[in-house]
C-alpha cells in the first residue's frame, strides 16, 4: 500500500468515523468525550511533527494550550473581543513566543531540550497561578460561548461536528506537510542533523518552524476548549498534562499521524472506562506510559502495523 | 535587616540541603547510566511517608526510619530492574518517558497504600527553636545539614576509597572499558539506583518534620533538584551539591524579598538561565561531537 | 581555475593543533585526493571546508568567494556537497526519500503550499522521485529503489550518500573514506562510481586510505601528517617522495 492510499484511504476513513459515530452516542454526555477526543488529537497530531517526524521533545506543551485558552479567556472577558479575533491574536501571540523561546532552546538535545520545555511549561503555569487579577488566579476564570458573526456554537452536539470538521482539516494539512519537501526535511532532521545540514536543510530554522507550528495549534484548541467549557483554571497548564500529551503521542505511535489521533481517543477515554477504578488511574497511567516504552517503543500504530506486515506475507 | 537576611539564608540552607541530596541522586544515576531519572524525587516522598505513616502507627522512630530507608532503596533497585534495564539502549525520548512514568505510577501507588494527607514526623530533638545573631533556626534544620554533611563525606569515602566505589567511578567515565576489565556493570547499575534512592529517603526523612511531605511532594523537590544538578553540571558530584545549595538560598532570598509566589519559579528559571547560557552548568565538562 | 583554496587554514581543539597552517588548491574538474596516516587531519580538514567546525585562523575560498565560517547549509547553496566517513544515513526514511532530501535546495519549499498540497509542490516533488530514481541507478542502486534505508548494507549505503550528496547538483564533492569498510570488489564500484561521477564534470575531493584506489584515480594528491601539509603533486611525484614515505612506512629513510 503506497503512501498516497494509505492517506486518502485513512482520512475517507476518518471522515467516515467521526460522521457514523454519533448513531452510537446515547446521550450528550458521549459528544463531550468525543469532543475531548478530538482536541487532544489536534494538538497531538501537531505535536507529533515536533516528537516523531522531527524528533525533539517539549514536556511544557500544556502551556502552550493554556495560553490560548486563557488569551480567549482574557481578550474576550475583560477586554470585549470577538471571539474569533481572540482566538486568533492568541495563536499569533503563542506562534511569536515559541518562535523567540524556540530558537535558544531547540539547539539543546535530548535531556537538556525535555529540561528547558518542561522548565517553560512549568513557568507558565506558575504565572496563570499567580496573576490572580488578570487571570482570576486558582479559581479560573470564565468565559462565553463561541460565536461568529452572531452565529454561537451551543451545546455538544454543534461543538462535535466543528471540530470533527476541524481535525479532518488538520489530519489533512499535516498530511500534506509530511509527504513534501518541508516534511522530508524534517524527518532528515530527526535522521541525522549534520546530514541534513550538509545538502542544505537549516536544520535549526526547520525545527523552530515544526515547535512553533505544534505551539499555534494547541494554542487554537485551547482557546476552544476554553469556550466550550466555559471555564478554565490553570490546572490545563500543569506538569502533568503536558505529560499526558506526550504519552498520547508515542502511545499511538510517533511519525504516525493517525497513530497519534488513536493514542490520544485511548488516552483521552481510558479514565471514562476506569471510572470505577478511579483510584488506580494513575498507577494504570504510568503502567501504561512504562509498558509501550518497554515493549512497544515505536507505539501502538507503527507496532501494529510491523505485526501485520509480518504475519500478512513477510515482505 | 540583618536578621531577616539570616533568616532566609537558614531556610534557604536547609532546602538547599535537600536539593544537593536531590541533585547528587541524579547525578550518580547519570553517571553510571546517562539516564535522567525523573523518579528522584519520589524516592524523597517515599522516605518521608514511609518513616510517617510507621512512626504514626507506633514504631519506634530509629526502626522507622531504617525500614523507611530500606523500602525506598528497594524501590529503585526495583525501577532500575524492571523499568530502566529493559529500555536501556532506546533513545532518550523513550528513556525519559519510562521514568516518568515510573513517578506517576509511584505516586498513585503512594496514593493508595497511604493517602492524600499531609504527613508529619516528630522534630529529631525537640522544637524549641535556637537564637542565632537575632535570627531562629530549628534545631531539625541542624540535623539536616548535619545529615547530608556525613551523608556527602560518606559517600566521598565510598567513591574515592572502596573498591566497588571506584568500580562505579570507573563504568562512569567509561562503560565498554568498566566491562572489559571485569567490573559487574549491571551491578554497578542496580547499585546506583539504591543509591540515589538512598540519598533521596534520606533527605526525605530528615525534611519531613520541617516541611510535612504528601504524596505529591516528589515532582516539586525532584524537579528543584533536577535544578542543582544541571546547575552544578550534570555528573558533577560537588556541583550538584553547591547547585542545590544555590538554589535553595536564591528561592529562599527571592521568596523573601521579592514575592513569595513566584517562589517555586526560581528553581525553573535557573534551569533556562543555564542551559541557555552554560550548558554545562558550574562544574561540567564540556564536550564536541565527532563526525 | 582554483575552484576550491585552503590559505593558512589553522584548527586547534584545546592545545591540541589539528590543522596547522594548511594552504592548497583544487582545480576544478579534477580529482584531488588528501592523503596521511590516521590522525594527520584529513577529516577535521573536511569538515572546515563544509562549515561543520569553524576554522581557528586561515579561510577557505570557493569559486573566489570567501566562505570559512559559513555554516554547511548555506554552503550546499553554493553548490558544495559531501559524505562522510561515519554515514550519515536518515535510517528513519526510505532509500530514495534520503536521496529525495539531497536536492532540497531545488524543490519548492515554502511551508504554506507544501501544507495545502499545491500542485507545483506535486509536480516537482513528481519529477523528483524520478531523478532521484535515476541517481540510485547511476550509482548502481537500482534493486534498492523501494527499499527503506535501514535494512540496507554498509556498502550500498556508502553509495546512497553519494547517490544524496548528487542530488544537491554540486559543483564540487567531498568524499570522507567513500571505500572505508569496502571489500575488494565493493572498492572497485566506488571507484567506478568516482570516475562516472567526475566524468559529468564535477570537482572530486578524496579522502582514501586505500592507496591503489588514490593512485589510480587521481589528477593531484596532497599528503598530510599531524595536520600540516607533507607533500603535494600527481600521483606519482607524491608517491616518490621519501618524506610521504616515511611518514607511512615510518622514518628509517
Known sequence: ?315 | MFAAFLQYLFSGLTSGAIYALAGLGFAIIYNSSHVINFAQGEFIMIGGMASATMVAQGMPMPLAILLAMLITMAVGVALEKFAIEPARNSDVVTIIIITIGASIFMRGAAQLIWDKEFHSLPAFSGETPIAVLGATMMPQSLWVFGVSAVVIVALWWFFNRTMFGKAMLGTSHNRLAAQLVGIGVKRVLMASFALSALLGAVGGIVVTPITFTNYDAGIMLGLKGFSAAVLGGLGSGGGAIVGGLIVGIAEALASGYLSSAYKDAIAFVIILFVLFFMPNGLFGKRGTDRV | MSLLKVEKLSKEFGGVHAIEDLTFSVEAGHIHSIIGPNGAGKTTLFNLITGVYTPSSGRVLFQDRLVSGMKPYELAALGMSRTFQNLQIFFNMKAIENVMVGSHLHLDRRFLPSLLRLPSVIRKDRQCRESCAGLMEFVGLVKYLDADAASMPYGALKRLEIARALAAKPRILLLDEPAAGLNATESREIDEVIKRVAATGVTVVLVEHDMKMVMGISDHITALDYGRKLAEGTPAQVRANPEVVSAYLGAHA
Open chain 1, 1 to 315: 500500500m503506497t503512501f498516497k492510499t494509505a492517506r486518502t484511504g485513512g482520512l475517507a476513513l476518518l471522515a467516515i468515523i467521526i460522521a457514523a459515530a454519533p448513531l452510537g452516542f446515547s446521550n450528550s454526555y458521549f459528544y463531550d468525550v468525543a469532543v475531548n477526543a478530538m482536541f487532544n488529537a489536534i494538538v497531538c497530531v501537531g505535536l507529533n511533527l515536533l516528537i516523531g517526524y522531527a524528533g525533539q521533545i517539549s514536556l511544557g506543551h500544556a502551556g502552550f494550550f493554556a495560553l490560548g485558552a486563557y488569551g480567549s479567556a482574557i481578550l474576550t472577558t475583560t477586554y470585549g473581543l470577538p471571539p474569533l479575533a481572540a482566538m486568533v491574536l492568541s495563536a499569533a501571540a503563542v506562534g511569536l513566543l515559541a518562535f523567540v523561546v524556540g530558537r535558544p532552546i531547540l539547539k539543546l538535545k535530548g535531556h537538556y531540550l525535555a529540561m528547558a520545555t518542561l522548565g517553560i511549561g512549568i513557568i507558565i503555569n506558575i504565572v496563570l497561578k499567580t496573576e490572580s487579577k488578570i487571570t482570576g488566579g486558582p479559581d479560573g476564570m470564565s468565559l462565553d460561548n463561541f460565536s461568529v458573526l452572531g452565529f454561537s456554537i451551543v451545546g455538544d452536539r454543534m461543538w462535535y461536528w466543528t471540530v470533527g470538521v476541524l481535525l479532518v482539516l488538520t489530519v489533512w494539512l499535516a498530511l500534506n506537510l509530511i509527504d513534501s519537501p518541508v516534511g522530508r526535511a524534517l524527518r532528515a532532521v530527526h535522521g541525522s542533523e549534520v546530514g541534513a545540514e550538509v545538502v542544505g536543510v537549516d536544520t535549526s530554522s526547520y525545527k523552530v518552524l515544526v515547535f512553533v507550528v505544534s505551539a499555534v495549534f494547541a494554542s487554537i484548541v485551547g482557546s476552544l476548549f476554553a469556550h466550550k467549557n466555559g471555564f478554565i483554571t490553570p490546572d490545563i497548564a500543569s506538569f502533568f498534562h503536558s505529560v499526558e500529551l506526550v504519552t498520547m503521542v508515542v502511545l499511538g505511535g510517533m511519525a504516525s499521524t493517525f497513530g497519534a489521533l488513536i493514542g490520544a481517543v485511548i488516552l483521552t477515554l481510558l479514565p471514562q472506562l476506569l471510572a470505577a477504578v478511579e483510584q488506580y488511574e494513575a498507577m494504570i497511567l504510568g503502567a501504561i506510559m512504562m509498558g509501550t516504552m518497554i515493549f512497544m517503543p515505536k507505539g501502538l500504530l507503527p507496532s501494529l502495523v510491523a505485526s501485520v506486515k509480518r504475519l500478512g506475507g513477510g515482505r
